[in-house]
């Protein structure tokens, strides 16, 4: 089969071993392509959002931080993309971004992104009408202090228009790396996530 060509099939039931050995060759090609997807969707939230900084502006001076704190390349991956989920489910994005990252990163930052809205809140909650204390709930969770300090350290003082941040093209071959289709798990095993 070329690229050009489909499945027979109208009911994956009804699919053939090379039908799906067809398939898998597009699949790859496709999570080869990923990242450079995922530094397209950065590129897309280069907009005027209504803080001082773009939502991209926001999430490289996050990441810089990060990186100029002395983070591991996973984690200043997972800053930069912390916010990805703005452009996908702006209801509920730190889990659309959790979920993008998960097969690719530890638990600890998979935990971390997908819950950082809810720590976030801590800082202006109060202003809309929500209570700035939800994250207690977290309170006996082993990643708790973790997820404060992201917030603390990352994502909360990154709005300042004067920090100077690295730019985008400085944080793609992290982004490519730790979006790598060889840090994906074999089929079964569990994903990076979920150990």
Same mark, same amino acid.
């Given at each position: 089969?070329?690229?050009?060509?489909?499945?027979?099939?109208? @009911?994956?039931?009804?699919?053939? %071993?090379?039908?799906? *050995?067809?398939?898998?060759?597009?699949?790859?090609?496709?999570?080869?392509?990923?990242?450079?997807?995922? #530094?397209?969707?950065?590129?897309?939230?280069?907009?005027?959002?209504?803080?001082?900084?773009?939502?991209?502006?926001?999430?490289?001076?996050? %990441?810089?931080?990060?990186?100029? !704190?002395? =983070?591991?390349?996973?984690? +200043?991956?997972?800053?930069?993309?912390?916010?990805?989920?703005?452009?996908? !489910?702006?209801?509920?994005?730190?889990?659309? %971004?959790? *979920? #993008? #990252?998960?097969?690719?990163?530890?638990?600890?930052?998979?935990?971390? +992104?997908?819950?950082?809205? +809810?720590?976030?809140? *801590?800082?202006?909650?109060?202003?809309?009408?929500?209570?700035?204390?939800?994250? =207690?709930?977290?309170?006996?969770?082993?990643?708790?202090?973790?997820?404060?300090?992201?917030?603390?350290?990352?994502?909360?003082?990154?709005?300042?228009?004067?920090?100077?941040? $690295?730019?985008?093209?400085?944080? %793609?071959?992290?982004?490519?790396?730790? #979006?790598?289709?060889? @840090?994906?798990?074999?089929?079964?095993? @569990?994903? +990076?996530? $979920?150990?």
């Amino acid at each position: 089969m070329t690229p050009t060509e489909t499945v027979r099939f109208t @009911r994956m039931s009804d699919g053939t %071993a090379e039908e799906y *050995a067809f398939l898998g060759r597009i699949e790859s090609a496709e999570l080869e392509r990923f990242p450079d997807r995922v #530094l397209d969707w950065l590129r897309q939230m280069d907009v005027p959002s209504g803080y001082q900084v773009t939502r991209l502006g926001h999430c490289l001076q996050a %990441a810089t931080r990060a990186h100029r !704190a002395g =983070e591991d390349e996973e984690t +200043v991956v997972c800053v930069l993309l912390h916010d990805i989920g703005d452009i996908l !489910a702006p209801a509920n994005h730190s889990e659309v %971004a959790a *979920a #993008l #990252l998960r097969p690719y990163v530890s638990e600890r930052n998979y935990w971390i +992104v997908k819950h950082h809205g +809810v720590f976030q809140g *801590a800082y202006y909650f109060h202003h809309i009408g929500q209570d700035p204390a939800e994250r =207690e709930q977290f309170r006996d969770h082993p990643l708790y202090q973790a997820t404060v300090d992201f917030c603390a350290h990352y994502d909360q003082n990154s709005f300042d228009p004067n920090y100077p941040s $690295e730019p985008l093209e400085f944080f %793609a071959p992290m982004v490519r790396r730790i #979006l790598s289709p060889t @840090r994906l798990p074999e089929p079964g095993a @569990r994903p +990076v996530g $979920e150990g």
